[in-house]
């Protein structure tokens, strides 16, 4: 508190990100990062744009990456909005899209950062209860409202949500913006971008920090109609003109022509996951159906918070959320190399085995 505060920053409850440790040898399954390192012809694009040329302004408006990300989707450069990585992109999201008179609805178990950015803006919203099983009823949404934003698949429970359950979604909110965050998409969850040439009201917001390895870079971007996206433009121009810089535009495009590696890679986590998976299964653990890059278990008998520090003792980080009480049994744990799911696993073991 001090008195040089505004009133706007003595209310604010900011977000709490992953711990970034500044130990080595640790194995970090806490952030959702990706196990393998970017495509080699990322280090080489930024490489070459480590040049004389950093004296210049970036492009404000992106134009080459822009163009890079479109022709990904069969989309218009006029379709998409980038920025300094996905909750960048999301704030502006909220401010230009979703501060309406009616109340934002999301559900009570999702992304965090989303009541963080409701308290930034002060934006009205309401938290719409995830079923006994941890889905989203997409019936219960069928309610006045002055937006909607999910995550898909959700956050931190990993489970997807099908496509045909978007577009009723969509079917039943026509009369206002329906923001759908596939921050973790690539990993096995259908996409709704398809969706945005039928819907003038859908926004789909993507990352290059999962599925492409760059959550150092920092891009994220929003694909939607051109109303939605010249909304978008309208809050960063008013905000700063170059999110991107140099660099992050440079490698984001190189990762974006990258398709055989990047789906090489996601392929690998999907397979690691699958067996991450079946041997927590044996172990007791009950494991929520995941289409992310990360899965949300909890034990039979022993504690989320429990095993999340006895599991630090032995140089593993996972996540623990103590709050909603539901989810505080839960551990969430990113999906890393299959040494390093070995190396869990007989830590769990050994955890699971003490008297
Ligand atoms: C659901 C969701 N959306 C968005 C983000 C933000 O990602 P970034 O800002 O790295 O693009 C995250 C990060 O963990 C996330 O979990």
């Not at 909005?81 to 009616?102: I, M, P, T, W």
């Not at 109340?103 to 989303?114: A, G, V, W």
């Not at 039979?300 to 593993?316: D, F, P, S």
């Not at 996972?318 to 830590?347: E, W």
Request: charged residues 20%; hydrophobic residues 40%; aromatic residues 8%.
């Amino acid at each position: 508190m001090s008195k040089f505060w505004s009133d706007v920053v003595h209310k604010l409850t900011p977000y709490v990100p992953g711990e970034q440790p500044k130990l080595d040898n640790l194995v970090k399954l806490n952030t959702n990062e990706n196990p393998y390192g970017p495509s080699p012809k990322v280090l080489q694009a930024l490489k070459l744009e480590a040049s004389e040329s950093l004296r210049l302004y970036p492009d404000p408006n992106s134009d080459a990456l822009k163009a890079a990300i479109a022709s990904t989707y069969q989309l218009q450069k006029e379709n998409v909005f980038v920025g300094n990585g996905s909750d960048e992109v999301l704030a502006h999201v909220f401010q230009a899209l979703l501060k309406h008179s009616r109340p934002l609805l999301f559900p009570d178990i999702t992304y965090s950062f989303y009541p963080v950015y409701c308290g930034l803006y002060d934006i009205e919203y309401q938290t719409v209860p995830l079923s006994d099983d941890f889905t989203i009823r997409v019936e219960d949404y069928d309610q006045p409202n002055g937006g909607i934003v999910l995550p898909n698949p959700n956050a931190p429970t990993g489970i997807p949500l099908p496509l045909a359950k978007i577009e009723q979604l969509l079917q039943m909110n026509k009369h206002s913006v329906v923001v759908v965050d596939e921050a973790y998409v690539d990993f096995g969850t259908e996409s709704a971008v398809g969706l945005i040439q039928h819907y003038p009201n859908l926004l789909v917001v993507h990352t290059l920090s999962k599925a492409r390895s760059l959550a150092g870079l920092r891009v994220g971007y929003a694909l939607g109609s051109a109303e939605l996206i010249e909304a978008l433009t309208r809050v960063k121009d008013s905000f700063n003109s170059y999110p991107v810089d140099r660099f992050a535009s440079a490698g984001a495009i190189a990762a974006m022509q990258d398709s055989v590696y990047f789906q090489d890679t996601c392929r690998k986590v999907v397979a690691t996951r699958e067996a991450l998976m079946a041997e927590l299964a044996s172990l007791d653990f009950e494991v929520l159906p995941s289409g992310a890059n990360f899965i949300f278990a909890k034990h039979q008998t022993l504690g989320g918070e429990e095993i999340t520090a006895m599991l630090r003792q032995k140089n593993i980080i996972v996540r623990h959320f103590k709050a909603p009480s539901r989810i505080a049994p839960y551990l969430r744990i990113t999906i890393g190399t299959d040494a390093q799911s070995v190396l869990l696993v007989k830590a769990l073991r050994e955890i699971l085995s003490q008297p």
